[in-house]
């Protein structure tokens, strides 16, 4: 069966400092990979989506990049976070563009 | 623009009820749209999935009904228990033919349901 992993859980950062994110998928082979924001009071937003490794789409560039240096591993970063960047931050992945996505666990954002 | 809009935001009722959460989207190109749960600090767990083709689908207590025509889906669960409690989104995948970011899911803020014992 497929599994999605996110770490860290919860991360509380001060404005400025740099951020990395990890996603990994186990049990599925070139998935598509998407990363969502969920800020309070504000539906989910598509940050990035990655349909395989070196390709990235970003739908709202802001100061965060996503990198997928391997099939089932997908990195949310930024050089220097900005208060706005908290939030609940999900990873996604789906067989295909047409298919069931599913999520993983999730990382709780907090910029001081 | 793709909207989508889930009617009510809250939801509070008694254990053993039936109840009807209402998702509406303003395009009536859609691919598929997926039905989640979200717990409190938690990610999304699945529900179901209702293919463009398809008028409904039924897992256990749950139906998901999708009315392409209107610009509607709704979820029915059947007698209602407190472990029902959480927040259900819905998202809705556009078609692809209409330049949509291919496979994204466009999501409503979704209902948050009580179910009190």
């Known amino acids: 069966s497929q599994t999605i992993h996110q770490w860290p859980a919860t991360l509380v950062q001060p404005v400025g400092s740099p951020l990395s994110l990890e996603c990994t998928v186990e049990?599925?082979?070139?998935?598509?990979l998407y990363w969502y924001r969920q800020a309070a009071g504000r539906g989910l937003q598509l940050l990035f989506y990655?349909?395989?490794?070196?390709?990235i789409s970003s739908e709202v560039p802001q100061n965060l990049s996503a990198s997928r240096p391997q099939d089932r591993q997908f990195i949310l970063s930024s050089k220097k976070l900005l208060l706005s960047d908290s939030g609940f931050y999900l990873c996604?992945?789906?067989?295909?563009?047409?298919?069931?996505?599913?999520f993983g666990p999730g990382t709780r954002l907090t910029v001081l | 623009k793709q909207e989508v809009t889930q009617i009510p935001a809250a939801l509070s009722v008694p254990e053993g009820e039936n109840l009807v959460l209402n998702c509406s989207f303003t395009?009536?190109?859609?691919?598929?749209l997926q039905w989640f749960r979200q717990d409190p600090g938690k990610g999304l767990t699945s529900l179901l999935l209702?293919?463009?083709?398809?008028r409904e689908q039924t897992s256990g207590r749950l139906n998901a009904s999708l009315d392409k025509s209107s610009g509607r889906s709704t979820l029915y669960i059947a007698a209602s228990q407190p472990g029902d409690s959480a927040t259900y989104l819905c998202?809705?995948?556009?078609?692809?033919?209409?330049?949509?970011?291919?496979?994204?899911?466009?999501f409503g803020r979704g209902t948050q349901l009580t179910v009190w014992p």
């Open positions: 209702i293919q463009s083709s398809q």
């Open positions: 049990g599925t082979s070139n998935p598509n």
């Open positions: 395009d009536s190109a859609i691919y598929n």
């Open positions: 996604a992945w789906s067989a295909t563009s047409g298919t069931e996505q599913f």
């Open positions: 990655s349909v395989g490794i070196g390709q």
């Open positions: 998202g809705k995948k556009g078609g692809l033919d209409r330049g949509s970011t291919l496979g994204r899911l466009y």
